[in-house]
């Protein structure tokens, strides 16, 4: 019996098995339904969303850090609760169904040159998210995961999660700062020697 218990309480957060079959959803399901008016739009908007985000830094700037800055502290805050479980499951799912939807759409949609797209517009602000999902989501289920089990928090758990989550807040602020100063030019020139449109 206290084996079972010890295997049991051994049990990890399973991210990169929940990123790849988020990922793999993400892959598949663009190809049952790219045929509907949904691929034109979508591409289309994905890439000129590019283009025009760097034209004013700054109000993107906000924008962005409202979209990703109030997930992320969504997120953070439902650590301390009972939420935290499922949101970390949910959340990183959905991470790879993302990632994985924007690859396929824009091969589906231009091909080899339109992947190489897709890919840039995840490019360099994901090398920081990418880390910042995987870290922060597998502390958010964790500690949940022992306010399930054990009712409480000690001191020291609680300082141990908000210093690990201020980690997670760096790199998802450096990432955003990449994602509005960088991407922009970075998918700009994809697009220009690519010659998608």
Do not use: H
């Amino acid at each position: 019996m206290k084996y079972e218990t010890g295997i049991y309480e051994r049990k990890k957060y399973p991210g990169q098995l929940l990123f790849g079959m988020g990922f793999l959803i993400g892959v598949i399901l663009p190809n049952f339904i790219y045929r509907t008016q949904w691929r034109q739009s979508t591409a289309s908007s994905m890439y000129l969303m590019g283009i025009f985000s760097g034209d004013n830094s700054a109000e993107y700037f906000w924008q962005v850090l409202k979209m990703r800055g109030g997930i992320f502290l969504l997120a953070a805050c439902s650590g301390v609760t009972i939420f935290g479980m499922p949101l970390a499951i949910m959340g990183m799912l959905a991470g790879g169904v993302l990632i994985g939807m924007l690859l396929t759409v824009s091969v589906l949609q231009f091909g080899l040159n339109g992947g190489l797209i897709g890919a840039g517009l995840l490019f360099p602000q994901y090398l920081l998210y990418l880390p910042c999902m995987f870290i922060g989501l597998e502390q958010i289920y964790s500690c949940s995961k022992r306010l399930w089990k054990n009712r409480s928090f000690s001191a020291g758990q609680i300082t141990g999660y908000l210093l690990r989550m201020l980690f997670c807040a760096a790199l998802c602020l450096a990432g955003i700062l990449l994602e509005v100063y960088c991407n922009p030019k970075i998918t700009e020139i994809l697009i220009k020697n690519l010659k998608i449109f």
